[in-house]
């Protein structure tokens, strides 16, 4: 019986030391992330975690890391198991950690560009890739980063927004300063060739102004528009990037630049930029939003509305506006009426919304009013339900 009494304290404790590890089992810890710009083409990452795990690990990111990284910490390496990359120290467990990373331009075609060098030395940095998740034994839990950043001496650092602490996005490290635009801001590569400059600050002003009052919502911080110009030469044109929190991120090549007025290069720009600028509304709400599913909602939603704006600001004529639907309905013919393809997003989720026979603007007004109130992400029962009459309201 004394033995009994003895133990049972000694278990108490333990219990007490055990149970708060599950009871955070599932949630993020909390990481801070300290990025120095060390040299032109050189960075370093400086983790410290709030709790002890035995590995960090990121989803694949193509070559990137492989190429591009060198772990500092002594004891500690950069491995690849069960297709993800991960940070160890040989099955102990660790709290901090340091890598060195190295300027990397290549990019696989379904992922975000590492980073994106402007012809002046600026640079952006997808953090997006430095963030991942921590082991713990048998339980996998997020990365909660607070993240600090560091230039060179005299360099302008843009930071990205902390909505998401989880998934952040991409980083500036350069001379430029954003120029205001409407009430856009952009950092424009010097050398984006000097005709297409008006056209995409035109394009960025107008569309960003008519949005910000058509919907009468200001955005939480000015759009930032950042649009580099790919060092690698190539044929026609390419374009690589997308939009985040405040900001939309681009790396334009190919010959097709270098074409004086080209119409095709001017419409594709013009009509990208405010397809981009109309992610920026759709997400500028405090819940709901874009979900997972039905990705031909904001896709296709975002080509319906540019093409409104583009027509509204007379950046487009009705022409022009008439021949780019031409064109959707064509694509989307071809796939049948599908939405389950990526192109069938764009195209065919564009012609969905004009087949309802309203005013997209007017539509997307409510359906971003809908949202907020109630926290259901959009989705095609949203919009029907938007446009049937309630039998039950009194005229």
């Given at each position: 019986?004394?033995?009994?009494?003895?133990?049972?304290?000694?278990?108490?404790?333990?219990?007490?030391?055990?149970?708060?590890?599950?009871?955070?089992?599932?949630?993020?810890?909390?990481?801070?992330?300290?990025?120095?710009?060390?040299?032109?083409?050189?960075?370093?990452?400086?983790?410290?975690?709030?709790?002890?795990?035995?590995?960090?690990?990121?989803?694949?990111?193509?070559?990137?890391?492989?190429?591009?990284?060198?772990?500092?910490?002594?004891?500690?390496?950069?491995?690849?198991?069960?297709?993800?990359?991960?940070?160890?120290?040989?099955?102990?467990?660790?709290?901090?950690?340091?890598?060195?990373?190295?300027?990397?331009?290549?990019?696989?075609?379904?992922?975000?560009?590492?980073?994106?060098?402007?012809?002046?030395?600026?640079?952006?940095?997808?953090?997006?890739?430095?963030?991942?998740?921590?082991?713990?034994?048998?339980?996998?839990?997020?990365?909660?980063?607070?993240?600090?950043?560091?230039?060179?001496?005299?360099?302008?650092?843009?930071?990205?927004?902390?909505?998401?602490?989880?998934?952040?996005?991409?980083?500036?490290?350069?001379?430029?300063?954003?120029?205001?635009?409407?009430?856009?801001?952009?950092?424009?590569?010097?050398?984006?060739?000097a005709w297409l400059v008006p056209e995409i600050q035109q394009a960025s002003a107008r569309v960003a102004t008519y949005?910000?009052?058509?919907?009468?919502?200001?955005?939480?911080?000015?759009?930032?528009?950042?649009?580099?110009?790919?060092?690698?030469?190539?044929?026609?044109?390419?374009?690589?990037?997308?939009?985040?929190?405040?900001?939309?991120?681009?790396?334009?090549?190919?010959?097709?630049?270098?074409?004086?007025?080209?119409?095709?290069?001017?419409?594709?720009?013009?009509?990208?930029?405010?397809?981009?600028?109309?992610?920026?509304?759709?997400?500028?709400?405090?819940?709901?939003?874009?979900?997972?599913?039905?990705?031909?909602?904001?896709?296709?939603?975002?080509?319906?509305?540019?093409?409104?704006?583009?027509?509204?600001?007379?950046?487009?004529?009705?022409?022009?506006?008439?021949?780019?639907?031409?064109?959707?309905?064509?694509?989307?013919?071809?796939?049948?009426?599908?939405?389950?393809?990526?192109?069938?997003?764009?195209?065919?989720?564009?012609?969905?919304?004009?087949?309802?026979?309203?005013?997209?603007?007017?539509?997307?007004?409510n359906m971003m009013n809908r949202t907020e109130a109630s926290g259901e992400v959009y989705s095609q029962k949203m919009?029907?339900?938007?446009?049937?009459?309630?039998?039950?309201?009194?005229?």
């Amino acid at each position: 019986m004394k033995f009994t009494l003895r133990l049972l304290p000694i278990l108490l404790v333990l219990i007490g030391l055990i149970a708060p590890a599950h009871a955070d089992a599932g949630k993020p810890i909390n990481a801070r992330l300290h990025v120095t710009h060390l040299s032109s083409d050189k960075w370093r990452a400086d983790y410290v975690l709030s709790e002890p795990v035995e590995a960090v690990q990121f989803d694949p990111a193509g070559a990137y890391r492989a190429q591009a990284w060198r772990v500092l910490t002594p004891g500690m390496s950069l491995e690849k198991r069960d297709e993800q990359e991960r940070i160890s120290a040989g099955g102990k467990r660790f709290t901090a950690f340091s890598v060195e990373i190295s300027l990397y331009l290549p990019y696989d075609l379904d992922k975000y560009t590492a980073f994106d060098r402007f012809s002046d030395g600026g640079t952006d940095i997808f953090l997006g890739f430095l963030a991942g998740s921590a082991r713990q034994g048998s339980q996998e839990r997020a990365l909660s980063l607070g993240i600090q950043l560091t230039g060179l001496p005299d360099e302008t650092v843009i930071a990205p927004m902390s909505k998401n602490p989880e998934e952040p996005d991409y980083a500036y490290f350069g001379p430029a300063k954003p120029v205001p635009f409407g009430v856009a801001t952009i950092i424009l590569d010097p050398q984006i060739p000097a005709w297409l400059v008006p056209e995409i600050q035109q394009a960025s002003a107008r569309v960003a102004t008519y949005f910000d009052q058509a919907w009468q919502r200001k955005l939480a911080s000015p759009p930032l528009i950042l649009i580099s110009l790919d060092p690698l030469p190539s044929k026609g044109l390419s374009v690589k990037g997308g939009t985040f929190e405040n900001k939309i991120v681009y790396r334009l090549g190919g010959d097709a630049l270098q074409r004086q007025g080209n119409p095709v290069v001017r419409r594709y720009i013009v009509e990208l930029i405010a397809h981009e600028l109309s992610h920026l509304w759709q997400r500028n709400v405090a819940r709901g939003g874009v979900g997972e599913g039905e990705p031909w909602v904001h896709e296709g939603g975002a080509e319906a509305l540019a093409v409104a704006a583009l027509e509204g600001t007379g950046l487009f004529t009705k022409a022009e506006g008439d021949a780019y639907a031409a064109k959707l309905f064509d694509e989307c013919a071809q796939l049948q009426g599908s939405v389950a393809s990526y192109r069938g997003f764009y195209a065919c989720g564009f012609k969905r919304f004009r087949d309802y026979h309203t005013d997209v603007l007017a539509l997307w007004k409510n359906m971003m009013n809908r949202t907020e109130a109630s926290g259901e992400v959009y989705s095609q029962k949203m919009i029907e339900s938007l446009l049937t009459p309630d039998p039950t309201r009194k005229p």
